[in-house]
Each structure stands twice: as C-alpha cells, then as structure tokens.
C-alpha cells in the first residue's frame, strides 16, 4: 500500500495554465506538507497544514494555493505558470507528534514549455 | 536562523570504499531533530534516521553508521564498504520542535559509487 501518492506523477503544460497537484496519505497522520525541489536538487517547505490548518506558508507566490478537504489531503494548485515553476514537487505527512519523520510521496516533475 | 551546510557537493568511490559525508548545521534552540534523507537516481526521498539533540549517542544500522557531536554541530553519515546502489543524493535535514514544523534541508550530497 502506498503511504503518501501524488497524482500525476509528471505533469507538462504551457505557460499561463492552471493546473492542481493531489496528495493523499493513508497513514492517518495529522500533518502535511508540500515541498519544492529546483533544478539543483534543493529542498525548500512551501507550505504545512496540521489538522487542515495552515501552519507554514513561506515565501511562495500567491499563484501557489494548497487546499485541505479533509486530514488525509493536501492538494497544490498553481495558477498562471511560469517557467520558473518547473521543478519536482513533493508532498509529505507526519504525526502530531512533533518531529517524527516525514514520509514523502514520490514526487510530481512539473515541466513548463 | 536555521542552517544545514553539506559542504561535499559530489564525492565519488569505488566499492568496497568507506565513505564519510558530512553535515553541519546552526540553531539558536536547544531542543532540535536531525535527519538524513537519501534519493535514489529513481527520485523518491527514503528516510534514514532521525536524532534529537539530547542524544550524543552514535548510531550503526548495518553498513551505516551516524556520528552527532553537538560541541561541533556536526551529523556526519558514513557507509562502510560502499556498494553501487548506495549511489544517490544525501540530505541532511533539521527541524525545530513543534507540529508542522518545516524540515530544514542542506543542499544534499551527491555520492556515486562504481563497480
């Protein structure tokens, strides 16, 4: 059984599409995240929800919009893309228990021609 | 603020080699949590171990072996006897205390080993 899947696994569009990122976990954790990986391999948290509430939101343009329907979910939406938003996007849960390890879902490569 | 330095970018062995891949890190708190990563050329992010700060002691897990030294805040990996499939990137990561805490990553270590 997968613990954390993101859905799709690439996902290649135009510049100015909108498009979403869906992240489910079945591990029945509290808490979720959403990473970006550049080009350069570098790991940056975009944003968390504990509970379906926002914790963290970093420095990330408003285009950038994640939504939690529910624990289990987090999913990432993007509007008007951009070149620079190419990159591996990573979704990950944890416990409420602060600083368990977070598992990682397996990645989406957004591509932006 | 928060600091992961992994100042290897790349460093390549040959197998049966031992290879030490290093971490520094920075933080004004003195409860914290350590972590390594590994990605594999297939791209996900396996978790390999996680330490907090109140402990020092070394770790072995079959050919791993961690060493955390606070005085130096240092989290250093090394794998004895290198094989080609422990050929990927290495994060380092740390975190604060708290639900929903971010991981901060270094920059990640490129290890290749041949055959």
């Known amino acids: 059984d997968t613990a954390v899947s993101q859905t799709p696994k690439y996902l290649v569009t135009q510049m100015g599409n909108d498009k979403s990122i869906k992240c489910e976990q079945n591990?029945?954790?509290?808490?979720m995240y959403w990473y970006k990986q550049d080009s350069k391999k570098f790991l940056k948290i975009m944003f968390s929800?504990?509970?379906?509430?926002?914790?963290i939101n970093e420095t990330v343009p408003n285009r950038f919009s994640p939504k939690s329907p529910d624990k289990a979910h987090l999913n990432l939406h993007i509007n008007s893309l951009e070149l620079g938003d190419s990159a591996v996007y990573f979704c990950?849960?944890?416990?409420?228990?602060?600083?368990?390890?977070?598992?990682f879902g397996d990645g989406t490569r957004l591509s932006i021609l | 603020a928060q600091k992961v330095t992994q100042a290897q970018t790349e460093i390549s062995v040959v197998e049966k080699e031992d290879v030490t891949l290093d971490c520094v890190y920075e933080?004004?708190?003195?409860?914290?949590?350590l972590f390594w990563y590994k990605q594999p050329p297939s791209g996900e992010l396996v978790f390999l171990i996680r330490?907090?700060?109140?402990?020092?002691q070394n770790e072995i897990s079959g050919r791993y072996s961690w060493n955390f030294q606070k005085s130096t805040s240092s989290f250093n990996f090394t794998i004895t006897a290198s094989q080609v499939v422990d050929s990927a990137v290495y994060f380092c990561?740390?975190?604060?205390?708290?639900?929903?805490?971010?991981?901060?990553f270094g920059k990640g270590t490129t290890l290749s080993v041949s055959s």
């Open positions: 933080t004004r708190d003195t409860t914290y949590y």
């Open positions: 990561a740390l975190s604060e205390v708290g639900a929903g805490t971010a991981l901060i």
């Open positions: 591990l029945g954790h509290d808490t």
């Open positions: 990950a849960s944890s416990p409420r228990i602060s600083n368990q390890p977070q598992h």
């Open positions: 929800y504990n509970n379906k509430e926002l914790i």
């Open positions: 330490r907090n700060s109140f402990d020092e």
